[in-house]
């Protein structure tokens, strides 16, 4: 009996780092599909964005669970369920409103600081422990992102930018420990009724919402498929790894991200920007190699 439940176990680990590297990979477009948009008023952005998020989440709520169980996760999703629909509503409406003061490349590289925050607030709130091999890949993260951003945060950049992709980092390092920390909530309700709040709000600051028929087509993209199916895959995998192993997994969105933006658009990061990206994705592919060497042993 222990040897089926530690193989389910691993099974399960498994599966939710693959859930969470398909969100971050997911997201990792959001900088590219931005940059084809010609709205200058980035809160008609948001608005638009979050609010396709959330139709799109809740569609996949009562296709997957039917309309009664979906009204029932809503009605069960509790403080954690709101602590998330904060995290998500503020780092959506946050990254929209940061990209148009800095460069892309700016905002992704600053969000690899999540593992850091994520190990942080899970050891000093509930003290789940973090192994040496994770800490080790996490400075190595830092590191890495230490060099992008020393060539990163000069031309092109802000201190708003900065300060909006940091705030984006934070929140999403508690929504990550929250969701591992509450494994049997389901966490979708929380990310749904996050877009929906975000858009709300951006609704009462936009100045106007009428857009062009390719820029509607574009905006469902962006929101749909780039933040809602984002969201879905990484609050469902997320339930199932520990914290700081999630907010990992999630720095691959910080590789591919200034990646999509120099082949779609020629934003071509420096050259510290490329030997912190080398360094970073070292560590992340090392972290993985060894993280399913003990899956692989344990089961």
Known sequence: M???T?????????????????SAVAWSFGGAISRFLTIDDSWTVVFWRCLFAGLF????LVLRDGPRETLRLYRNMGVPGLLVAFGF???STCFIIAISYTTVANVVLIQAGVPLFAALIAWMLYRERISISTWVAIAAVILGVGIMVSGSLGEGSSWIGTGLALLIAVVFAMTTVITRR????????????????AAIFAAT??????VT??????????????????MAMFVTGARLIPSAFAALLGTAETMLGPAW?????????????????????????????????RQAATA
Request: net charge negative; hydrophobic share 55%.
């Open 2 to 4: 222990q040897k089926v």
């Open 6 to 22: 530690t193989r389910e176990t691993a099974m399960q680990e498994r599966l939710g780092a693959t859930l969470v590297f398909a």
């Open 57 to 60: 989440l809740v569609g996949f």
């Open 89 to 91: 509503a503020v780092a």
């Open 182 to 197: 509450f494994p049997d909530v389901r966490q979708t309700p929380g990310a749904s009724a996050g877009c929906f709040v």
């Open 205 to 210: 600051q936009a100045s106007y919402f009428q």
């Open 213 to 230: 028929l390719p820029e509607f087509g574009i905006l469902i993209v962006f929101g749909a498929l780039n933040l809602g199916l984002g």
């Open 261 to 293: 933006v120099a082949i779609f658009h020629n934003e071509i990061p420096g050259i510290e920007t490329l030997i912190g990206g080398l360094i970073v994705l070292a560590a992340l592919i090392g972290y993985l190699l060894m993280a399913l060497n």
